[in-house]
Nanobody, 125 residues
């Protein structure tokens, strides 16, 4: 499976961005998807996850109420709408697909087997 993330950029604090992750080469609609981020000098951290149907979502406390994950299985695409962005949201954002189709949602990197190349999000103060 190939994952292609896009939509990153430079935005002022309080602004919004929408990230997209297009999937190919696999039955996308059968697997949970997630977004992670990694800031310079820090470990990759969980941001949000969504079940295969889109009916279950899960967020890190740091983004809850500001970010929304969604998916369009007809387009093989998962999205991350990011509102009220803060400088501490600055990172490279990665999308990922779960290893097993029995995974509903997951926050551990070990539960994801396929990763996109990352897209840079920079929030200026």
């Amino acid at each position: 499976v190939q994952l292609q993330a896009s939509g990153g950029g430079l935005v002022q604090a309080g602004g919004s961005l929408r990230l997209s992750c297009a999937a190919s080469g696999r039955t996308f609609s059968s697997y949970a998807m997630g977004w992670f981020r990694q800031a310079p000098g820090k470990e990759r951290e969980f941001v949000a996850a969504i079940s295969w149907s889109g009916g279950v979502t899960y967020y890190a406390d740091s983004v809850k109420g500001r970010f929304t994950i969604s998916r369009d299985n007809a387009k093989n695409t998962v999205y991350l709408q990011m509102n009220s962005l803060k400088p501490e949201d600055t990172a490279v954002y990665y999308c990922a697909a779960a290893l097993s189709h029995s995974t509903v949602v997951a926050r551990r990197t070990s539960e994801y087997g396929y990763w996109g190349q990352g897209t840079q999000v920079t929030v200026s103060s």
